[in-house]
């Protein structure tokens, strides 16, 4: 038997060490936190992604009382984004989330399904994304989505 170490590299920021367009995009997407519809859950997640030539599209998490027919708000952005404009690639993908009155402390990291569709936006369009997760404590910054999903399935799986 042999082990295999996997390294994801992770930078932990302060909001005030961003750049402007970082700062707007985490600012957009806690604004689009206001927009989820959870009556459920009460877990709003806004996200908001910036695309290369410039446009920003917000989503956020929509919930129904049918579980799973609802979806988070990293889906809702990236879908959008990428039927609006299918040949602009993501560079970057904020996301935050708002719960019990207030913005969450540290970052939480996107769920499987949605860890799946930023891989497949990276692949779309042979482009990294950054990522950058919002907590009132720390910032959570990756380039490329491999630092999310390291033992990702994408197509060079299917072309085997």
Not at 45 to 72: K, M, R, W
Not at 77 to 100: E, Q, R
Not at 131 to 157: D, K, Q
């Amino acid at each position: 038997m042999k082990h295999l170490t996997i390294n994801c590299e992770i930078e932990v920021y302060k909001y005030d060490e961003l750049s402007d367009i970082e700062k707007e995009l985490i600012d957009r997407a806690k604004k689009a936190t206001e927009r989820s519809y959870t009556p459920y859950s009460k877990f709003n997640v806004g996200a908001a992604a910036l695309l290369e030539d410039g446009t920003i599209f917000e989503g956020n998490n929509q919930e129904n009382a049918a579980y799973p027919s609802g979806i988070c708000a990293e889906r809702t952005t990236l879908f959008y984004a990428n039927a609006s404009k299918p040949d602009k690639a993501v560079k970057t993908l904020a996301v935050a989330a708002f719960t019990n009155g207030e913005f969450i402390d540290d970052p939480i990291p996107p769920c499987g399904a949605c860890r799946q569709v930023m891989l497949e936006t990276e692949q779309r369009f042979n482009t990294k994304m950054r990522v950058l997760l919002y907590g009132r404590n720390n910032i959570y910054a990756m380039n490329g989505v491999e630092n999310l999903l390291p033992l990702s399935f994408g197509i060079e799986n299917l072309n085997k």
